[in-house]
């Protein structure tokens, strides 16, 4: 069942140590998965997902919501700020209406339901796009170092972005649409917090704060939510 619901509501109905490790993928692209333990559409786009998680190509990664819970069971993965930025996705395009499974490819390109082919399509169609900043990660310990330099003038403010996530966990669904089920979900966001604003006028260097062992995103945005410009992942 796809799931449905207007983008102004609260709730619905229906990605340590010592040693340097430096960020290795080229340009690769962010597809974002939204989904939910508990609607009955998701686990095939969940399954896929892990083929993307996988791809050195791009950065995926699985943004939990919580407007399913009422259902019953409780996708303790889900942050209310996800369902927000699934939102906001909706406002900047105008539409009220917000769907699981969605993906969303570069920030731009919205995909309604599992449809794999089509994802890829998009993926493809955005790494081919020519750069407009250079943007790389080294990782120390718990300190990231973000370093950015725009190739050509930015015509806006680019929002600086921390991810984290967990690559991989198991749940078994006891209740709801998905009961009996059991499901491994990859690159399980649990952070997505905004470091701040860069212009491009000068080099971007910062050093960010990443304890624990997760891995870490930062992801270079037009406001709206709109294209993502650039983004790099350490281990």
């Given at each position: 069942?796809?799931?449905?619901?207007?983008?102004?509501?609260?709730?619905?109905?229906?990605?340590?140590?010592?040693?340097?490790?430096?960020?290795?993928?080229?340009?690769?692209?962010?597809?974002?998965?939204?989904?939910?333990?508990?609607?009955?559409?998701?686990?095939?786009?969940?399954?896929?997902?892990?083929?993307?998680?996988?791809?050195?190509?791009?950065?995926?990664?699985?943004?939990?919501?919580?407007?399913w819970d009422y259902i019953g069971w409780?996708?303790?993965?889900?942050?209310?700020?996800?369902?927000?930025?699934?939102?906001?996705?909706?406002?900047?395009?105008?539409?009220?209406?917000?769907?699981?499974?969605?993906?969303?490819?570069?920030?731009?390109?919205r995909v309604e339901g599992n449809q794999?082919?089509?994802?890829?399509?998009?993926?493809?169609?955005?790494?081919?796009?020519?750069?407009?900043?250079?943007?790389?990660?080294?990782?120390?310990?718990?300190?990231?170092?973000?370093?950015?330099?725009?190739?050509?003038?930015?015509?806006?403010?680019?929002?600086?972005?921390?991810?984290?996530?967990?690559?991989?966990?198991t749940v078994a669904i006891e209740r709801?649409?998905?009961?009996?089920?059991?499901?491994?979900?990859?690159?399980?966001?649990?952070?997505?917090?905004?470091?701040?604003?860069?212009?491009?006028?000068?080099?971007?260097?910062?050093?960010?704060?990443?304890?624990?062992?997760?891995?870490?995103?930062?992801?270079?945005?037009?406001?709206?939510?709109?294209?993502?410009?650039?983004?790099?992942?350490?281990?």
């Amino acid at each position: 069942m796809r799931h449905v619901v207007k983008a102004t509501l609260a709730i619905g109905l229906c990605l340590a140590g010592a040693a340097l490790a430096e960020s290795t993928a080229d340009r690769p692209v962010v597809v974002e998965l939204y989904t939910s333990q508990g609607c009955a559409s998701c686990p095939a786009a969940d399954e896929y997902f892990s083929t993307l998680a996988s791809h050195p190509d791009v950065i995926a990664l699985a943004l939990h919501v919580d407007y399913w819970d009422y259902i019953g069971w409780k996708d303790d993965f889900a942050q209310p700020r996800f369902t927000e930025r699934q939102k906001t996705y909706a406002r900047a395009i105008g539409s009220r209406m917000i769907y699981t499974p969605q993906i969303i490819v570069g920030g731009s390109d919205r995909v309604e339901g599992n449809q794999p082919a089509e994802v890829a399509a998009l993926v493809e169609r955005h790494r081919a796009q020519a750069p407009d900043v250079n943007l790389s990660l080294s990782r120390q310990g718990n300190q990231l170092l973000v370093k950015a330099e725009a190739l050509r003038p930015l015509e806006d403010p680019l929002r600086v972005q921390l991810v984290r996530y967990r690559p991989e966990e198991t749940v078994a669904i006891e209740r709801g649409e998905n009961a009996g089920r059991t499901m491994t979900y990859h690159n399980i966001v649990t952070s997505w917090e905004p470091v701040g604003d860069w212009t491009g006028e000068a080099p971007l260097s910062i050093s960010l704060d990443v304890p624990g062992d997760d891995p870490a995103v930062v992801i270079l945005q037009e406001a709206g939510p709109s294209d993502i410009v650039a983004a790099a992942r350490v281990d």
